[in-house]
C-alpha cells in the first residue's frame, strides 16, 4: 500500500509565498511522473504543474513565471514553490504521483494525497 501526504498549505495574503511539499510512501517499486493540481469551489480539478522523473516540467498558464515545482528522487518528494499568490490561487492543492508498486502488475497507476488547503486574501 502507498499513500501520498502533502503539507504546507495554509492561509496568506496577496503577494505572499507559500511551499508545498508532497512524500510518497510504502511499497513503491517506482516513481514515473508526479505534480500538483487544485480545486477551487464550484469547480473542476485542474492541472497547477508537473514533473517527470528526469526533471522536465510543464506548467499551467496560471502557474508560470510565479510557481516552481521541484522533486527529490532520493525522498520520493515534490514541491511546489508558490510565489506572487493571488486570491484567485486559494483552492485545496492536491499532489499526484504515477506510481509502480512491489509485487503489482507492471503499469503506472495514479495516486493522490488527500489535499492541502491554500486561502490567499485580497
Known amino acids: 500500500q502507498v499513500q501520498l501526504v502533502e503539507s504546507g498549505g495554509g492561509l496568506v495574503q496577496a503577494g505572499g509565498s507559500l511551499r508545498l511539499s508532497c512524500v510518497a510512501s510504502g511499497s513503491i517499486f517506482s516513481i514515473n511522473g508526479m505534480g500538483w493540481y487544485r480545486q477551487a469551489p464550484g469547480n473542476e480539478r485542474e492541472l497547477v504543474a508537473v514533473?517527470?522523473?528526469?526533471?522536465?516540467?510543464k506548467y499551467a498558464d496560471s502557474a508560470k513565471g510565479r510557481f516552481t515545482i521541484s522533486r527529490d528522487n532520493a525522498k520520493n518528494a515534490v514541491y511546489l514553490q508558490m510565489n506572487s499568490l493571488k486570491p484567485e490561487d486559494t483552492a485545496v492543492y492536491y499532489c499526484?504521483?504515477?506510481?509502480?508498486?512491489?509485487?503489482?502488475?507492471?503499469?503506472?497507476?495514479?495516486?493522490w494525497g488527500q489535499g492541502t488547503q491554500v486561502t490567499v486574501s485580497s
Open positions: 514533473i517527470t522523473s528526469v526533471g522536465s516540467t
Open positions: 499526484n504521483a504515477q506510481m509502480k508498486v512491489v509485487g503489482g502488475p507492471p503499469m503506472w497507476y495514479d495516486y
